[in-house]
């Protein structure tokens, strides 16, 4: 996971959160407020990682997207 304050974040408050797989494709990605950080940190490191609400409420990178690269390679296609 990584957090990125680029400048949406500097205009809207609001920092990216992006997860991303081993071959650094991006899995999920969502906009949160700075102050969430340590509430989310908190739980990845208890293992409630894909239970959190920002997680399964974030956006699907576009490699995981049903007509993905990454989905299709798994589908052989």
């Not at 996971?1 to 920092?15: N, S």
């Not at 969430?36 to 974030?58: D, F, K, P, R, T």
């Amino acid at each position: 996971m990584i957090w990125v304050a680029d400048e949406e974040a500097l205009l809207t408050g609001e920092v990216l959160i992006a997860w991303y797989d081993d071959c650094v494709r991006i899995v999920r990605s969502s906009r949160m407020p700075p102050d969430y950080i340590q509430g989310i940190v908190g739980m990845l490191q208890s293992g409630a990682g894909c239970e959190l609400g920002q997680w399964q409420n974030a956006s699907i990178g576009d490699d995981y997207e049903l007509d993905g690269a990454f989905v299709l390679s798994r589908l052989g296609q």
